[in-house]
């Protein structure tokens, strides 16, 4: 969460829902990317931009299989209490 420790605990809850959600848009752009490599070192590829392109394409797929409601909820809520916490840590060390 790096600087947007040190709030109110509201806005730790909105830094820790926006961690989760940048940690989101992370993960799948690596599990793409691994995907992508699988898959070029099996050949799967014409060129080079086929193979970059694929990346958008397996990430919308990863993500449309991660839109179920648990999912979501487990990411807005964790994020919350992550950040709640990350906040409490913060101001027991700092």
Known sequence: MGRLVGNDFRGAARAGFYTSV???IWSLLAFSLRE???R???KQYDSPVEALTNI???SVHY???A???EVLVTLAV???IAGILTELAHR???
């Open 56 to 58: 958008i394409e397996i």
């Open 40 to 42: 070029s070192l099996r």
């Open 78 to 80: 964790g994020g919350m």
């Open 67 to 69: 839109l179920s409601f």
């Open 36 to 38: 992508m490599l699988k």
């Open 22 to 24: 940048w940690l989101l």
């Open 92 to 94: 027991y060390w700092h």
């Open 63 to 65: 993500f449309m299989l």
